[in-house]
């Protein structure tokens, strides 16, 4: 018997054994569901890929607006700390600004809590080194729920005394930035 091999998106190769299933439904139906689950990975959680799909929409964004030449996925801080941002901007050979996608919309108290220290203690420590950036902003996507909410603002007020600027990450809301 002959393996099949299935490609989907990130040039993902699995390789397994031909095998039968049986349907109730229309064939058609059965490959639409194939497609959804390994091409457009229907699997994935959308609180983990969520902040995928916002730094797509701010690159979109930033290349309606002619500014993406500006902004290039870089490494911010010394040798000693260091972090990876999707949007970095220099000017004469500094670092000015820098937006991070930043999704609160996770669904428990707890993760909202776990997702957004992580990103505060980095901050805070950007700024006690003297490394963060000027122009430091978060495009939050905040919670639904009021319980959520409320948690996503203790972390938005967090960042906010580490130096960074949070906006509501909303397409209406967003606007060219200044230089």
């Known amino acids: 018997m ?16 031909v095998r039968t299933k ?3 439904d229309e064939p058609r139906n059965e490959i ?6 390994l091409v457009n990975r229907k699997f994935a ?11 797509k929409r701010v690159s979109a964004w930033l290349k309606a607006w002619n500014l993406a030449g500006r902004y290039k996925r870089e490494k911010v801080g010394d040798s000693d700390f260091h972090i ?14 820098a937006i991070k996608p930043f999704d609160l919309n996770r669904g428990e108290t707890s993760e909202i ?22 122009k430091m902003i978060f ?4 919670p639904t729920t009021a319980k959520e909410a409320a948690a996503a603002d ?12 949070v906006v509501p990450f909303v397409e209406q809301a967003l606007q060219p930035l200044a230089s």
Not at 126 to 131: A, I, P, S, V
Request: proline share 5%.
């Open 139 to 142: 495009a939050v996507q905040m």
């Open 84 to 97: 990876y941002l999707p949007f970095v901007s220099h000017l004469d050979g500094k670092v000015v600004s």
């Open 113 to 134: 809590y776990d997702h957004g220290d992580h990103w505060v203690k980095r901050m805070s420590r950007l700024r006690d080194n003297g490394t963060l950036p000027p």
């Open 22 to 24: 049986l349907i109730k």
């Open 32 to 37: 639409k569901d194939l497609f959804e689950d």
């Open 154 to 165: 203790e972390i938005c007020t967090q960042l906010g005394e580490s130096g960074v600027k």
């Open 2 to 17: 002959t393996d099949l091999c299935l490609l989907v998106r990130a040039s993902l190769c699995h390789f397994d054994r």
């Open 45 to 55: 959680k959308p609180k983990e890929y969520q902040e995928v799909v916002m730094t």
